[in-house]
């Protein structure tokens, strides 16, 4: 999964995208920035290509920052070389949440199973109720 995130922090172009917004979601919500740190984010083209010293506005911590807050997605300018973002990388919080999540998400993984095999044995009843037809007995022209 590391190579995954790390792909898609690396092809971040911030405009805006599902894919993005849901990686500013997380960010956001979990109150991080990376995966493993905000060292990830040095990878991106737009940040390593630009001539102003940019970071993800998703992971701008607010109480680092001074005056109005800015953009909740995208990237944000930078005052200084270092960033006001959090430090901490995202891995473990979305490890912790998937771990207060697991009887939810393997509840509704039994549910659509037990729905689909349900499916599957009525459609195998439907199937064996159907008498075949002799077509033996049907004129031909």
């Given at each position: 999964?590391?190579?995954?995130?790390t792909?898609?922090?690396?092809?971040?172009?911030?405009?805006?995208?599902?894919?993005e917004?849901?990686?500013?979601?997380?960010?956001?919500?979990?109150?991080?920035?990376?995966?493993?740190?905000?060292?990830?984010?040095?990878?991106?083209?737009?940040?390593?290509?630009?001539?102003?010293?940019?970071?993800?506005?998703?992971?701008?911590?607010?109480?680092?920052?001074?005056?109005?807050?800015?953009?909740?997605?995208?990237?944000?300018?930078?005052?200084?070389?270092?960033?006001?973002?959090?430090?901490?990388?995202?891995?473990?919080?979305?490890?912790?949440?998937?771990?207060?999540?697991?009887?939810?998400?393997?509840?509704?993984?039994?549910?659509?199973?037990?729905?689909?095999?349900?499916?599957?044995?009525?459609?195998?009843?439907?199937?064996?109720?159907?008498?075949?037809?002799?077509?033996?007995?049907?004129?031909?022209?």
């Amino acid at each position: 999964m590391s190579n995954i995130v790390t792909q898609i922090l690396n092809n971040y172009p911030g405009k805006n995208s599902t894919t993005e917004q849901a990686w500013d979601y997380v960010q956001r919500t979990m109150e991080c920035c990376g995966w493993s740190g905000r060292m990830d984010w040095q990878g991106n083209a737009v940040v390593v290509n630009s001539s102003q010293l940019l970071f993800p506005c998703s992971c701008q911590n607010a109480s680092l920052v001074e005056g109005n807050s800015s953009s909740d997605s995208g990237f944000c300018e930078a005052q200084s070389l270092d960033w006001p973002v959090y430090d901490r990388g995202c891995n473990s919080s979305v490890e912790s949440w998937l771990f207060a999540n697991v009887g939810v998400i393997l509840g509704v993984c039994l549910g659509v199973a037990v729905i689909e095999l349900l499916g599957m044995i009525l459609s195998i009843g439907l199937c064996k109720g159907i008498h075949t037809e002799e077509y033996t007995k049907v004129p031909k022209y």
